[in-house]
């Protein structure tokens, strides 16, 4: 199993990024698959969800409205559409699953929100 994420960078405040969560060695489309994001001296927190049945999606509250995830089966890859970024939103973005039993993390993709 792995998860390669990419598509961070530096944006200015208001700016849009998607991020790109590629997996190998699983389907995403059969399992719930999560972002998660760690700021500086902060805990990692959940993001955004998308559930196996039906696709659907969950979201941090502090993200609700600007942030949309989804999936797209056919490249086996889960994104992440970011609107309207704030300052506060910057972090290292981590992809993350559980498949038969075990947790997996890709290693991150780093977001700078700033002026």
């Known amino acids: 199993v792995q998860l390669v994420e990419s598509g961070g960078g530096l944006v200015q405040p208001g700016g849009s990024l998607t991020l790109s969560c590629a997996a190998s060695g699983f389907t995403v489309v059969n399992n719930r698959m999560i972002w998660f994001r760690q700021a500086p001296g902060k805990v990692r927190e959940l993001v955004a969800v998308?559930?196996?049945?039906?696709?659907?999606?969950n979201y941090a509250d502090s993200v609700k409205g600007r942030f949309t995830i989804s999936r797209d089966n056919a490249k086996n890859t889960v994104y992440l559409q970011m609107n309207s970024l704030k300052p506060e939103d910057t972090a290292i973005y981590y992809c993350y699953v559980r498949y038969t039993g075990a947790a997996f993390w890709g290693q991150g993709t780093q977001v700078t929100v700033s002026s």
């Open positions: 998308i559930d196996s049945v039906g696709a659907s999606t």
